[in-house]
T-cell receptor
Framework: EAQVTQNPRYLITVTGKKLTVTCSQN?????MSWYRQDPGLGLRQIYY???????DKGDVPEGYKVSRKEKRNFPLILESPSPNQTSLYFC????????????FGPGTRLTVT | QKEVEQNSGPLSVPEGAIASLNCTYS??????FFWYRQYSGKSPELIMS????GDKEDGRFTAQLNKASQYVSLLIRDSQPSDSATYLC???????????FGTGTRLTIIP
């Protein structure tokens, strides 16, 4: 089954404790991206990767890191989480190598206390 | 200043009527336009894309683009209760592979 998976789906953590949210896809898609969704602010792009060799910042990259060492995985790293990073996070992929036709993962709800 | 704006709603439409959702965007070399649907507690899913001025129809959905007026809309004909969701407008601007989303319009279809 073609899918985008995210782990964990729910996470409660404390300020400053490093964490990684994984994103994995089995569709051989080139493009992968991370978004956060907050009430009143909508979906905002954090980072994207057009392929294994190209990663670039989205609109809200501060406080986040990403890594694209292989095509299928695109983890989101929060090295020192803060309460303002409490949000719903989505990973998305696209077969086209561009932002078109994105398929979203199920989401990860993160709470930083 | 927000680059993509939508009325947050809620927008209530009787079953069987036409639902009209609107989106305006800033003129920063806009290139491509997308409508996503998001059910409560679920992830967004792409329902329409439009790249040139005019109308594009897909089943009960019609996307309309007017670049001169910086306006894109989504019409849903014969609205069904299953169309109740939040609809997100997204714009890709020239020069990068990012999507900028509006905050979404919550649509409720009343049986």
């Amino acid at each position: 089954e073609a899918q985008v998976t995210q782990n964990p789906r729910y996470l409660i953590t404390v300020t400053g404790k490093k964490l990684t949210v994984t994103c994995s896809q089995n569709m051989n898609h080139e493009y992968m991206s991370w978004y956060r969704q907050d009430p009143g602010l909508g979906l905002r792009q954090i980072y994207y990767s057009m392929n294994v060799e190209v990663t670039d910042k989205g609109d809200v990259p501060e406080g986040y890191k990403v890594s694209r060492k292989e095509k299928r995985n695109f983890p989101l790293i929060l090295e020192s989480p803060s309460p303002n990073q409490t949000s719903l996070y989505f990973c998305a992929t696209s077969p086209t190598g561009t932002v078109y036709e994105q398929y979203f993962g199920p989401g990860t709800r993160l709470t930083v206390t | 200043q927000k680059e993509v704006e939508q009325n947050s709603g809620p927008l209530s439409v009787p079953e069987g009527a036409i639902a009209s959702l609107n989106c305006t965007y800033s003129d920063r070399g806009s290139q491509s336009f997308f409508w996503y649907r998001q059910y409560s507690g679920k992830s967004p899913e792409l329902i329409m894309s439009i790249y040139s001025n005019g109308d594009k129809e897909d089943g009960r959905f019609t996307a309309q683009l007017n670049k001169a007026s910086q306006y894109v809309s989504l019409l849903i004909r014969d609205s069904q209760p299953s169309d109740s969701a939040t609809y997100l407008c997204a714009v890709k601007f020239f020069g990068n592979e990012k999507l900028t989303f509006g905050t979404g319009t919550r649509l409720t279809i009343i049986p």
